[in-house]
């Protein structure tokens, strides 16, 4: 970086950081807050799907469930590490909030979050049984796959290199929930399957976040944002409509 150039417009002009030093302040406070919302959402998806390992059909079943816990709660630590070096306390954090607490299953949708709390918002919900399980990871693994392509490209490189490498394992759990709707498809009820996937797309949809932003054209001048909130909807939306239709299963009708 030029030594006449202030650190946002080396951002501004597409410049990427690498150590916490000399970070601005609102730059480091945006990155605090994407991170954390990832480890809380990683953790808090983590701890509803302990609770349903024992309900897969068969042995496999229940290892790749309990496999998953396992991977996203590393992923959590993953980024949970990039946060240590600004300060946060990474031993004490993963006891600081309830992460199996839910809202009640019909509780409205709702995008607040709390400062204690930054989980996405479909993490609000209770899972209720396998097929609802499976369902929700489906939408929420293309949903997953949609945002860490937009987080691999943030500014703060080393931040950047873990979604990187956490991506192709988050892309792991998308196929086997694939694989598990498969199964269903042949098995469950397609009633229940067409209701759970009712119940869980707007609560997906939700946790890419309001259309309009104030803070996204801030968020692009750090390098931190590439793509509108809308835009990614958009992307997850068409994907998921594609998936579904080659599992022989309907998304919910637009608007």
Known sequence: MNDEMS???????????????????????????????????????????VDIINEGPGIKSRMAAARIVLEKTSNADRVLQVM?????????????????????????????R???????????????????????????????????????????????????AIAPVEAH????????????VQEADIGMLQDAIQYWWPRVAISFGADTSEKFDTLCAFGLRQRSNAELRARWQS?????????????PDPG
């Open 84 to 112: 240590g070096d600004f300060g946060a306390d990474t031993e004490r954090y993963v006891d600081h909030h309830p992460w199996t607490a839910r809202l009640e299953r019909e509780a409205g949708l709702d995008q607040a």
């Open 173 to 184: 759990h998308a196929r086997l929930a694939h694989e598990g709707m498969s199964r269903l």
């Open 7 to 49: 650190i946002e417009t080396y951002l501004a002009a597409g410049g990427v950081l690498s150590n916490p030093t000399n970070v601005p302040p609102r730059y480091r406070a945006e990155l605090m807050t994407i991170m954390a919302s990832f480890v809380d959402s990683a953790l808090a998806g983590a701890a509803g799907f």
């Open 114 to 164: 709390s400062k204690h709390d930054r989980r996405l918002a479909v993490f609000n919900y209770p899972l209720e049984g396998w097929a609802d399980a499976v369902v929700m990871n489906l939408l929420m693994g293309r949903a997953v796959a949609v945002q860490l392509a937009e987080l691999s490209m943030v500014s703060y490189q080393p931040l950047a290199e873990a979604f990187r």
């Open 239 to 251: 994907e998921m409509r594609g998936s579904l239709r080659e599992l022989g299963l309907d998304a």
